[in-house]
C-alpha cells in the first residue's frame, strides 16, 4: 500500500520557492502580481549580472587580442591578462548579487507566511 503525504499549503509554496523558482510559491497561492514581481526583480538582477561578466570577458579578449597583434609572444603577458584574479570590474556586482539573494530569501518566506495565512 503507497503511503501518502500530505503536505501543509504554506510548505508546498515555500518549497517552490526555495528550489524552483523564487515566485513560483506565490503564483501558487493565486497571489499573481507579486509573484511576477518577485520573478521580475530576480531576473532584471540575473540578467544584469550575465550582461556584466559578458562584458568583462568581452574586455579581457579585447586586451588579449590587442597584446596578440603586436606580434608577440610574451605568453607571461597574455597570462597576467588572463589571470588576473579581479574578474569583474563592475561596482555594483555585488551589490546586485546581495539583491538577489535577499528578493530570492523574500520570496521563501513571503510564499510561506501566505501560505500560513489560508
Given amino acids: 500500500m503507497a503511503t501518502v503525504i500530505i503536505m501543509k499549503v ?6 517552490l520557492s526555495t528550489l524552483v523558482f523564487p515566485g ?3 503564483l501558487y497561492l493565486k497571489k499573481y502580481w507579486r509573484g511576477l514581481v518577485i520573478i521580475f ?24 587580442m590587442v597584446k596578440m597583434q603586436g606580434n608577440t609572444t610574451d605568453l607571461q603577458g597574455l597570462s597576467d591578462i588572463l589571470g588576473s584574479k579581479k574578474l569583474n570590474t563592475d561596482p ?7 539583491f538577489i539573494v535577499c528578493i530570492w530569501i523574500f520570496a ?11
Fill in 24 to 26: 513560483i510559491g506565490q
Fill in 92 to 98: 555594483y556586482h555585488e551589490a546586485v548579487f546581495y
Fill in 10 to 15: 504554506s510548505y508546498k509554496a515555500a518549497l
Fill in 108 to 118: 521563501v518566506v513571503d510564499a510561506y507566511r501566505i501560505g500560513r495565512q489560508r
Fill in 41 to 64: 526583480l530576480f531576473c532584471a538582477g540575473i540578467g544584469y549580472l550575465l550582461w556584466s561578466a559578458t562584458l568583462s570577458a568581452i574586455n579581457r579578449l579585447d586586451d588579449v
